[in-house]
């Protein structure tokens, strides 16, 4: 018997995901120095990480021959304070992916299906098929969210309801008032999923975590691989009331907030200057590439996070033709948006590249 029948079919049938191609790699593949490559693919932080998170960070690793508190004490005490929940509200995440798979470990399996949106982060696909589960998605017309729908498409097998917001890859959200009527429809054995890896760009944030307060069947999650610029150290956390997070709490290896992220998060939580900055500098940017799109008659979907898609005709082949002149996009045939390519908002310069670029490619 091959290895591969030894495995578990769903296994064997999932495609690995595909990260935006890294700068190191693209310099190498091009010929060119990584300090000329221009990365606008995984949404992160043009300005960096938070000084106060590398001062941290620093310090750390003067103690990084021990294991990390695997509880996160201080973290979760400071998350939990921050969002007025208590620390057994929270739950600590090898980046926020990790709270959606112990999400899955504690609710999927072969028999029980996860519902999404169409365009939704690829995540939750990529975890609900390996864990065996179903996964029903279901169609966002324009591009947002349609709760109602996702409420239809709830059956007695469901157990998980994924709602990005806003959305990656479309840069959609739903408002308060969609989610307070969508809430009020889940049934009991069914937990709404809040991703908010892009909760800090929000002019007009929903409460969620008041749900949560609220005893609701909800999990928020954060991440600090966004607007505090610390994607590297792959930090986030779960909120959800104190039943589901124990459950996530059982499902999760010992130390897997490694010590260094966790003092990072932990000064990231009050560096409210940098993420005003970064807030900033990404609405400059999102105006930038709004602007330029429309003069250039490039249909693109309005955004309310860090990064835009626009459709270019070609997808792959204008990812292909930006990167060979070391401007890295992220193509869309994943999504199923062949015709489109997403792109992360960057620095004024790193913008106006891009854009140089992008003509230079379609004019070619
Ligand atoms: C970037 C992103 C995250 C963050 O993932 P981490 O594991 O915290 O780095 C989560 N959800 C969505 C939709 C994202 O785009």
Known sequence: ?????????????????????????????????PQDIVKLASNENPL????????????????????????????????????????????????????IELLCHCFLNEQTSLVAAEHAFVVYRLMAKLFGAKYKEVPDPGFIHDLDAMADAITDDTRLVFIANPNNPTGTMVDGVMIERFLDRIPDHVIAVFDEAYYEFLEEPPDTIGQVRKGKNVCVMRTFSKAQGLAALRIGYGIAPVAIADLLNRARQPFNANAIAQAGALAALVDNEHVSRTVENNAKGLAFFEESFDQRGLRYVESKANFVLVEVGDGDAVFAG???????????????????????????????????????????
């Open 48 to 99: 960096g990480p938070s000084p106060r998170a590398k001062e941290a960070m620093h310090a750390a690793i003067e103690q990084g021959q021990l294991y990390p508190d695997g509880g996160g004490w201080e973290l979760r005490r400071a998350i939990a304070e921050k969002h007025g929940v208590e620390m057994a509200n929270v739950v600590l995440g090898n980046g926020s992916n990790e709270i």
């Open 1 to 33: 018997m091959s290895i591969q029948r030894a495995a578990n079919q769903f296994v064997c049938d999932l495609a690995a995901y595909e990260p935006g191609k890294p700068v190191e790699e693209t310099a190498r593949e091009i010929g060119l120095r």
């Open 322 to 364: 930006m990167l060979s002149r070391g401007v890295i996009v992220r193509a869309m045939r994943g999504y199923k948006l062949p015709g489109w390519v997403r792109i992360s908002v960057g620095t004024k310069e790193e913008n106006e590249r891009c854009i140089e670029v992008l003509d230079e490619v379609l004019e070619g």
